[in-house]
């Protein structure tokens, strides 16, 4: 059984950084793409980004594009999630999350659709 585990969340001022993990266990991710989701008090959840099985593409949510880096390390079988420039609008619970099926080509989007599962969540508070 996949098991996701997020880590790494906080409180921070804004303009602070975080990084984000997401480490797997009972399985192997070498061949599966991973989405970054995040959700606010009173709101959907949202994709944040995501990663290629290959790790040479990668997507992000215009409103992080430029401020948070998606990684990969297939050693540790971890995901990461590096955000900079915080704002108070990234406050939400930070979820990880993988599709159902293995795909080692296709980049998936950043709806919550595409993904199968999840980890129970990190949260990240962005406040002065």
């Known amino acids: 059984q996949l098991q996701l585990v997020e880590s790494g969340g906080g409180l921070v001022q804004p303009g602070g950084s975080l990084r984000l993990s997401c480490v797997a266990s009972?399985?192997?991710?070498?061949?599966?793409?991973i989405g970054w989701f995040r959700q606010a008090p009173g709101k959907e959840r949202e994709g944040v980004s995501c990663?290629?099985?290959?790790?040479?593409?990668?997507n992000y949510a215009d409103s992080v594009k430029g401020r948070f880096t998606i990684s990969r390390d297939h050693t540790k079988n971890t995901v990461y999630l590096q955000m900079n420039s915080l704002k108070p609008e990234d406050t939400a619970v930070y979820y990880c999350?993988?599709?159902?099926?293995?795909?080692?080509?296709?980049?998936?989007?950043?709806?919550?659709?595409?993904?199968?599962?999840w980890g129970q969540g990190t949260q990240v508070t962005v406040s002065s």
């Open positions: 009972g399985y192997n991710l070498d061949y599966y793409p």
């Open positions: 990663i290629s099985a290959s790790a040479d593409r990668s």
């Open positions: 999350a993988v599709p159902r099926y293995s795909d080692y080509v296709s980049l998936p989007g950043l709806s919550t659709d595409e993904y199968h599962y």
